[in-house]
């Protein structure tokens, strides 16, 4: 993310890409991020009860497609094809909700919803996607799901 919205760079810290259009107008609370390709997709989502979205944005062109998302504030998600999974962690308890979805024309619908106990408390901030694999941070552990 950078001031005028979102970018990508390369590891010497040049942009590559910017953000063309605009995410959209909701007020912002929460955000997780996941790659699949040369797709970036964004979890955001308010405390206002306005909705979970997911934006996904083609890097090489820099459209923003936008839908709904299928839980609300999610700690963390990856995404391969149609396929997503997406981690709510119970707060202060070594256990999270692993929600699994595939993606219609209307957003992500749930496909499966399972409870699992993890070797410490969720971390916040700690759920990383990349390319098909969430990494989830539980105590010391980091743990990985594919979508």
């Known amino acids: 993310m950078n001031r005028a919205g979102l970018a990508g760079g390369d590891s010497d810290g040049r942009v590559t890409w910017r953000l063309r259009g605009r995410l959209p107008d909701r007020p ?11 797709r970036v997709w964004l979890v955001r989502y308010s405390g206002t009860g306005s909705g979970t979205f997911l934006p996904r944005i083609t890097s090489s062109t820099g459209e923003v497609v936008s839908r709904p998302g299928p839980v609300h504030a999610p700690d963390g998600f990856a995404v391969r094809g149609n396929r ?25 619908a749930v496909t499966d919803r399972r409870a699992v106990r993890l070797p410490g408390r969720v971390v916040m901030h700690c759920g990383q996607g990349r390319d098909g694999f969430l990494w989830l941070r539980a105590g010391n552990t980091w743990l990985r799901t594919r979508a």
């Open 28 to 38: 912002l609370q929460g955000c997780a991020a996941a790659t699949d390709g040369d």
């Open 84 to 108: 997503a999974v997406l981690a709510v962690r119970n707060h202060n308890r070594p256990s999270a909700e692993l929600v699994r979805a595939e993606s219609d024309d209307a957003g992500r």
